[in-house]
């Protein structure tokens, strides 16, 4: 009988605490990469309102629906939309996550380059850019005289 009883106080508070674990999922939200191009994907982020003290966890998959190895996203993720799915015991619910890079890059300017009037030929000092994410290009529109 005391089995029975401890059983059923046990069941009861599995229940209450699962009740104060809401599981709702936004549809989709958007994330910033950051200067080393990565960003934690974290429970708060996914969930309305997610609750206190909560097991809650959360796997992403890219855009073949492969999970990724961790909970971070990274350069490979950015421009993309990926899934998120986050588990509460046996339940679940989904989002996406629109990855982006907002960090403009950097350019470091050369010294003025002085260029004699006679000068038949001359070099021209390029300017430094660094970029956290993407792959660029540099491109010279002019450099005629």
Not at 4 to 10: E, G, N, Q
Not at 84 to 89: C, I, K, N, Q, Y
Not at 93 to 121: F, R
């Amino acid at each position: 009988m005391l089995n029975v009883i401890t059983m059923l106080c046990f069941l009861g508070s599995m229940t209450q605490v699962m009740a104060q674990c809401p599981l709702a999922c936004n549809d989709q939200i958007q994330v910033s990469v950051n200067a080393d191009c990565k960003a934690e994907i974290t429970v708060d982020m996914l969930l309305e309102a997610p609750g206190a003290n909560c097991n809650y966890n959360v796997v992403l998959f890219d855009e073949n629906d492969n999970p990724l190895p961790d909970d971070t996203v990274r350069k490979a993720q950015v421009g993309t939309i990926i899934k998120a799915r986050v588990t509460l015991g046996p339940n679940s619910c989904w989002s996406y996550v629109k990855v982006e890079d907002k960090t403009p890059p950097l350019v470091d300017c050369a010294p003025p380059d002085v260029v004699m009037c006679n000068a038949q030929t001359y070099n021209i000092t390029p300017d430094a850019v660094y970029e956290n994410c993407d792959d660029f290009e540099m491109f010279v529109a002019s450099d005629d005289f």
